[in-house]
Antibody, heavy 119, light 107 residues
Framework: VQLVESGGGFVKPRGSLRLSCAASGLTFTNAWMSWVRQAPGKGLEWVGQIKSKTDGETTDYAAPVKDRFTISRDDSRKILYLEMNSLRADDTAVYYC???????????WGQGTLVTVSS | DIQMTQSPSSLSASVGDRVTITCRASQGNRNDLGWYQQKPGKAPKRLIYATFNLQSGVPSRFSGSVSGTEFTLTISSLQPEDCGTYYCLLYNDYPRTFGQGTKVEIK
């Protein structure tokens, strides 16, 4: 199984960025997928989650990103997305996509992609 | 929202020492928790799921327990490769909540 994030980079405050996470070797269609971020030198912060289509493809978000970030998925291409708008300096972080699975079996994480919000 | 308070924030121990890290949940009586280890520059790795269960491939010196709303990760005999930062994660509510992290160093 591989999760490979892309799309990170530098963006100015109030700008937008879209991150992608390409999955391989995973039954992506059935997976609930999450984004977790880590600001430089700080701890892990859950960003949000999208359920599988069969479970309604519903999304949940952390309060700091709600109404600014949107998680979506393309099951045909096995890609998870994180659309980030109205970016702020405190959104600067490494963003990981992950299954963040709570049950038995394996739990998968990507290598992370760095987003830097700075003028 | 349930808050998680993880302690200590850091610790230094000798090889062979027994090490415990705790996470206290602000509420709930059927909390479901995981423990993660993170090495610098790497993604986290799950050690324990569903409070007690050892992830496949993780050494048996790692164990998880709970008493009320206080969850504990125990390393029975600290090894040099166990240095890193450890996080708890509460699964059974939204938003998902990580503990603040415990940095483990070897003396």
């Amino acid at each position: 199984v591989q999760l490979v994030e892309s799309g990170g980079g530098f963006v100015k405050p109030r700008g937008s960025l879209r991150l992608s996470c390409a999955a391989s070797g995973l039954t992506f269609t059935n997976a609930w997928m999450s984004w977790v971020r880590q600001a430089p030198g700080k701890g892990l912060e859950w960003v949000g989650q999208i359920k599988s289509k069969t479970d309604g493809e519903t999304t949940d978000y952390a309060a700091p990103v709600k109404d600014r970030f949107t998680i979506s998925r393309d099951d045909s291409r096995k890609i998870l997305y994180l659309e980030m708008n109205s970016l702020r300096a405190d959104d600067t972080a490494v963003y990981y996509c992950t299954t963040l699975y709570g049950g038995p079996g394996d739990d998968y994480w990507g290598q992370g992609t760095l987003v830097t919000v700075s003028s | 929202d349930i808050q998680m308070t993880q302690s200590p924030s850091s610790l230094s121990a000798s090889v062979g020492d027994r090490v415990t890290i705790t996470c206290r949940a602000s509420q709930g009586n059927r909390n479901d928790l995981g423990w993660y280890q993170q090495k610098p520059g790497k993604a986290p790795k799950r050690l324990i799921y569903a409070t007690f269960n050892l992830q496949s491939g993780v050494p048996s010196r790692f164990s998880g327990s709970v008493s009320g709303t206080e969850f504990t990760l125990t390393i029975s005999s600290l090894q040099p490769e166990d240095c890193g930062t450890y996080y708890c994660l509460l699964y059974n509510d939204y938003p998902r909540t990580f503990g603040q992290g415990t940095k483990v160093e070897i003396k």
